[in-house]
């Protein structure tokens, strides 16, 4: 059974008196353990498609099996807790709480999970130890570099320990060589724990990392290929 399973998805916004469909039948399945990249120009689908998959967003019409379970027949409190558990978030923007330490944006997610303060303070500790900021827990965010921050939001985005990572652009801010350093992260989560990654970007050195990559346009995949993942970690 795939981890993941879309199925003829359509997604239409209202636009004045009428609707713009921007995805027209996407359709899709990953397994556990895969690092995946959506490439493709702004107002292709891509970014759609991931909000789709990380049930921040529903499709017009179309299945989304999610680990089994059709996420259309989830209500709003069952698509909080499958977001909290099975997915991990990291974006472009890094998405931090400002005035607020890097071990205290770890946690946050674990709040919400109903993790102990003993419990959420180890793990967050954890997180950050292997993203290497062990000597940045009690940084805010305006004393981290870009990088840094990055660092601090995949920390949060793993802490939950939740099988798969989304990250929407996610060295759209920073520079090349930090880009680098951020998608061999990736690539170690995705072979050393087989967190399955998602990763959208537009950049064609950054989908590189990936095993698979999927192209988008005009709201449909023009394709979906097998890639060796040269960059970083298998570069050798």
Sequence with gaps: MALIELRDIKKSFRMGD???EVLHGVS???ERGEF???MGPSGSGKSTTMNILGC???PTSGTYMLDGRDVAALDGDELATIRNEMVGFVFQGFNLLPRTSALANVEMPML?????????RARA???LERM??????DHDPSRLSGGQQQRVAIARGIVNRAPILMADEPTGNLDSRTSD???KLFQELNAGEGITIVLVTHEADVAAYARRILNFRDGVITSDVASRGVKGADAA
Excluded: H, N, P, Q
């Design 18 to 20: 009428g609707e713009l």
């Design 28 to 30: 899709l399945a990953a």
């Design 36 to 38: 995946i990249a959506m």
């Design 56 to 58: 921040l967003d529903t």
């Design 112 to 120: 919400y999970s109903g993790v102990g303060a003993r419990e959420r």
């Design 125 to 127: 500790k954890e997180a």
């Design 132 to 137: 290497g900021l062990g000597d940045r827990m």
């Design 181 to 183: 350093e951020i998608m």
